[in-house]
């Protein structure tokens, strides 16, 4: 991991002197307002924190280090005979800033290998849970359990530099991202497949041998899972995973423990587990209305009685997108390549057709546009991939990408613990009637 380490000390320290010299210079400048409407709605659109691994535009959807999905899938390298690319080379984008070689990418395709042995109580733990338990409830006891293997937590137990923090967060970092693979793939063997587990095989890359361990075998499986590894990663810093990742890193809790507490976030329904609601929807959907290939009519009903019964439809919507999700595209170009004809993946696309219209007619709906979840499950679903309360332990192993690298930044350019004001509506009351100004303190 040395070159890796060393390269990503020499940036990030000019990066933390280059913004030593920005705020000293222009530091008590004014970058927006904030409403009182805001703060009562989920603080939607405040600038409050920097992470310098992607950037969400709401009309053009996400980039990594300045680069669009289809500009990494044409510069990023490729496993041999694939067109998708491998998510290590995202990984080292996202830390570093520039787009990798494939000797790069082998190189840490390689570490992650070796790094990746899980200790026996990691699945004793995972084993104490009834079967019934929800993959993420097991995934997120999974990777509390790893915690005892925090070299962050060892090194500052015995009194730890603030200058080295970065490099122990770094080390943790790597081993959790090199750990997941394994975690996920024993609870998905563990409940779905009997218990029969699949040894990793260290000939293939990350997202590769993650394939083989969940027993999908075949090339374009693993292409799914390159693709899928990669597109989920990151979403820039706000997003509940990444951001509850940062602020439980800010208090300095370790890697493992930052991370389990983001993937907790991300087990909301309306954050990552959305790519399960979507598919539960289309199946009930299907058996509501008798059919596999239902009609853009019917659907059209379907969807105006899922929002009479005052719920939300799924994978559409967004906090900051206000056009389609990119990773939905993308998504939609690898159906349309691999598996044109799939009656799942055809009704996604006709439903794609038609809630747009709906929801925009409600008239409240910011964004009437598919996410990145409104259609992953229908990729799965076509290589036997059914199990979809797995899915979303899917997106938790992409997402380590992103926040891990993300936290190495926040330790690297040393960001505080994050700490925002709150007040009480008895507060706010009393300053509108000028009773009562004091904010801030
Ligand atoms: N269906 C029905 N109503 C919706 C809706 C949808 N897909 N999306 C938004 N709305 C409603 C909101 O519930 C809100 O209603 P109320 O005023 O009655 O509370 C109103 O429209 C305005 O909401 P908004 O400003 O457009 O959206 P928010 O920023 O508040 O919420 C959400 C963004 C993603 C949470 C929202 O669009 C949603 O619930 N979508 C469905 C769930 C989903 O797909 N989540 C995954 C998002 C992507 C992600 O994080 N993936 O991990």
Redesign the pocket.
């Known amino acids: 991991m040395g070159i890796i380490k060393d390269k990503f000390e020499a940036k990030s320290k000019q990066e933390a002197q280059d913004i030593k010299a920005l705020l000293k210079e222009n530091g008590s400048k004014v970058i927006g307002e904030v409403t009182l409407s805001q703060i009562y709605?989920?603080m939607?659109g405040i600038t409050g924190l920097v992470s310098e691994t992607s950037l969400l535009d709401a009309q053009d959807g996400i980039r990594f280090r300045g680069y669009s999905i289809p500009e990494l899938q044409e510069k990023l390298p490729r496993a041999e005979g694939g067109t998708e690319p491998l998510p290590e080379g995202l990984f080292l984008l996202m830390l570093l800033g520039e787009i990798p070689t494939k000797e790069d990418v082998d190189y840490l395709t390689n570490q992650w290998q070796r790094r990746s042995h899980v200790p026996k109580h990691v699945f004793h733990v995972i084993d104490a849970l009834p079967l019934t338990a929800h993959p993420m409830t097991m995934f997120v006891s999974g990777v509390m359990a790893l915690q005892t293997e925090s070299n962050f937590a060892e090194a500052y137990s015995k009194g730890l530099n603030k200058s080295d923090y970065w490099k122990h967060v770094f080390d943790d970092a790597m081993d959790l991202i090199a750990r997941l693979p394994h975690i996920a793939a024993y609870i998905y063997r563990k409940k779905y497949k009997f218990g029969e587990y699949i040894s990793p095989n260290g000939l293939l890359d990350w997202a590769g041998n993650f394939a083989h361990m969940l027993g999908y075998k075949g090339h374009d499986f693993a292409e799914l899972m390159r693709l899928y590894m990669t597109i989920h990663a990151d979403h820039e810093g706000g997003?509940?995973s990444a951001h509850t990742t940062h602020l439980v890193g800010s208090a300095l809790s370790d890697p493992y423990l930052s991370y389990a507490a983001g993937m907790n976030g991300?087990a909301g329904?309306?954050?990552?587990l959305?790519?399960q609601?979507?598919i539960k929807w289309i199946f009930e959907m299907q058996e509501s209305l008798g059919t596999d290939s239902p009609s853009k009519e019917q659907i059209g009903e379907y969807v105006k009685q899922t929002?009479a019964s005052g719920?939300?439809?799924?994978?559409?919507?967004?906090?900051v997108l206000r056009k389609t999700d990119p990773r939905f595209t993308a998504q939609m170009d690898f159906g349309k390549k691999h598996m044109p004809d799939d009656k799942l993946c055809q009704t996604v696309w006709n439903i794609y057709d038609v809630v747009p219209e709906i929801?925009k007619a409600?008239g409240?709906?910011?964004?009437p546009w598919p996410?990145?979840?409104?259609h992953s499950g229908a990729l799965l679903v076509h290589y036997g991939f059914k199990e979809y309360e797995f899915y979303t332990v899917l997106?938790a192993v992409s997402r380590s990408l992103g926040v891990m690298a993300s936290l190495c930044w926040d330790r690297a350019l040393g960001q505080s613990i994050e700490r925002p004001k709150s007040v009480t509506t008895e507060l706010v009351k009393k300053w509108l009637k000028g009773e009562d100004a004091i904010w801030g303190e």
């Open positions: 709605s989920g939607r997003n509940v991300l329904p309306l954050h990552g959305a790519n609601e979507v929002l719920k939300v439809v799924p994978g559409y919507g967004h906090a929801l409600t409240k709906v910011k964004n996410n990145v979840d409104a997106f």
